[in-house]
């Protein structure tokens, strides 16, 4: 089993920044894929940005050139740094991580982020 707990999440007004954390532990294997994505109210689950394990990152194209996924391998902990912060990004942020061989999925309890314009 895969543990992961986010933090970082708030309140934050329109065009400034957060940083969410995910630190995993227990039975983490590699390789993986680490990643973020969100939902807000009403809508479905949807992907904001993922980074393997060996470094490879894929962004959502609404966030492109704003968010920043970043991991640290030796503290299992995936990073999201996000600027430019725009009302639309509200939603519940959730950490997930996937094996890349067996494709077991592992999810977090997620994190708010409210963006006030």
């Known amino acids: 089993q895969v543990q992961l707990v986010e933090s970082g999440g708030g309140l934050v007004q329109a065009g400034g920044s957060l940083r969410l954390s995910c630190e995993a532990s227990?039975?983490?294997?590699?390789?993986?894929?680490m990643g973020w994505y969100r939902q807000a109210q009403g809508k479905q689950r949807e992907l904001v940005a993922t980074?393997?394990?060996?470094?490879?990152?894929n962004y959502a194209d609404s966030v492109k050139g704003r968010f920043t996924i970043s991991r640290d391998n030796a503290k299992n902990t995936v990073y999201l740094q996000m600027n430019s912060l725009k009302p639309e990004d509200t939603a519940v942020y959730y950490c997930?991580?996937?094996?890349?061989?067996?494709?077991?999925?592992?999810w977090g309890k997620g994190t708010l982020v409210t963006v006030s314009s």
């Open positions: 227990g039975s983490i294997f590699s390789p993986n894929i």
């Open positions: 997930n991580l996937r094996r890349l061989f067996s494709g077991v999925n592992y």
């Open positions: 980074i393997v394990s060996g470094g490879g990152t």
